[in-house]
């Protein structure tokens, strides 16, 4: 047994052992749904980020700017506004609900039993294939560096996760998350730090990396664009961007996964602060494991399959003490995303799909997690019985909320129009707008363009057709009443002092996006210029070149989103005057 197997066990055997204390504070059913909605932002930040980072960030797209496209490190993470216009215009209306679940939510917005059921089958779909996708990804790192094959790896990683979150339910997760995203983040910088070491540092590394041959212009802002690559030119890689960025804020804003973690918050500030935190940190975290990867091209630029690129770099790069803590990470970011999935599956069983007559709350304690169990079992089979599809399954499980629940999330809050026929059928045609050519493109049975991706039509779709429902059904008075409710600001969340506080959270993503500018053009932008230029040329630094447009971005895109927040505190929280100003945005809502 070596080191690397050690430190994993050694890992895994701690947050097992703290996921079970967490277990035993459980009470009652809001504990175990919700920790009973006394989560602080430290514990929020920590489950939305170590969620949302799983194995896809570290393998998939680690192994995607080792193998093309460097440069994409300069496009601003346009993902990110999601959080910010989520907590805004979503989760704080959904913390205030003080529902169970995001289905239950809808349930109780539109008043209608089959609104709900219908939005936890989407959950337990979509969140299955997730599910699915990152337990397979665990078992493959594990099978990888351990003596266990696939399936004894399998088997491990599910029986980890599971043995916490079944006992604890989201009290555990948060705990257990928390822990792993601040380890996978410190070992992120490890690895990084330790690899810009062995090659000199980043910028004495650009001239390398600007000018391999097997892979050209893999540090331009396209990456390698052209015939036989991916996307034939530039631009095709800018629309295809832009789309998915479009489609992840909006899984960033609404899914499940996401925006259930505000139903634990403490109270609204938290959920403004919380987005905050986790936007900076994931757009750090991201950068940071980035840079890494691409290093990696100056020690093996041949790494098959490409995803196993920080694998190769903790192997045989970094020293074995700091490779066995980057790899311990990596199963750490796996399993944290593991038992959110596994936690709201089994969530949305218990308290939207199927629902116990019983309102005692050991009964249906005791029945969620029998549900929770079944989920589990369930997903084993599954992972034991299909090949090894994980970022297809990543692929097609993680974006389906953004289409079949974009529109209705946000409609529900803002939209005095939208009925609950339209919220059932925009969450069913935004689904199945989603799936069917998701599905039928992966199979291989047609081939869409750039611009028609899944995601922007099942949204289209969606949007489509809640306006169209709506403009044919009517409102009910119970419907009226119930989003009125959600825009009457409760007395205790008009803090002054605390909304003041929350403003150094809006002015820290401007700051962010400054200094992100101001690294991006003095260690990227200028480096990479300076290597282009490397054949002699006489050197002038181009203010106007893609490289330097996109990191402009970064310091327009968030100082956009500070301005926003900040606006959005003082509206709602800071009232200049009277009672009767408390809510000026809501009230034009109405």
Known sequence: MNIYTVTIFISILVYVAVGNYAGRKVKNLEDYFVVGRQAPTLLIVGTLVASFLSTNTFLGDAGFIYGFNTGRLLIPALFLVGYIYGAIYFGRYLRRSRSLTVAGYFADRFNSRRVQVVAGITVVVGIGFYLIAVTQGVALILSNLT??????????????????????????????????????????????????????????????????????????WHGMSGPGEIWQTPADFLIWYLIISVGWSFVAAVSPWQSSRYLMAKNEQVVLRSAAVAAISIAVVQMVVFMAASMVNLSNEAIEPREDVLIWASTNILTPMVGALVLAGLVAAGLSSASTFLSLAGFNFSNDIFQLKSTEDKARL?????????????????????EQHIFWLTYFGATLFASAWGPVALMSVWSSRITASAAFWGIVSGFLGNTIPKLLSTMGLIVLPVYLDPILMGGIISLVVVLVVSGNTRVTDIERR?????????????????????????YALGVFGVAITLGMLRFYVL?????????????????????????????????????????????????????AALMPNEAKAQ
């Open 147 to 220: 003596a266990l094959s696939y399936t004894q790896a399998l088997v491990l990683a599910w029986a980890s996760y599971t043995s916490f979150t079944l006992y604890s339910g989201s009290r555990g997760v948060v705990l257990t998350d928390t822990m792993m995203f601040l380890l996978f983040s410190l070992v992120s910088f490890l690895a990084m730090f330790s690899i810009f070491e062995t090659h000199g540092g980043w910028v004495a590394a650009m001239e390398g990396l600007t000018q391999l041959e097997s892979k050209p212009n893999l540090m331009a």
């Open 366 to 386: 005791k029945f969620s997690r029998t549900m929770m169990l079944l989920v589990g079992v369930i997903a084993l089979v599954v992972c034991l019985s299909i």
């Open 482 to 506: 119930n989003r009125l409710a959600l825009l009457d600001i409760p007395a205790e969340e008009l803090d002054a002092t605390e909304a003041r506080k929350t403003l150094y959270y809006a």
């Open 527 to 579: 480096p990479y210029q300076q290597a282009v230029f490397a054949d002699g040329r006489e050197f002038r630094f181009d203010w106007f070149s893609g490289e330097a447009m996109f990191a402009y971005c970064w310091a327009i895109i968030f100082c956009f989103l500070a301005w926003v927040m900040r606006r959005a505190i003082h509206s709602y929280y800071l009232p200049k005057k009277t009672k």
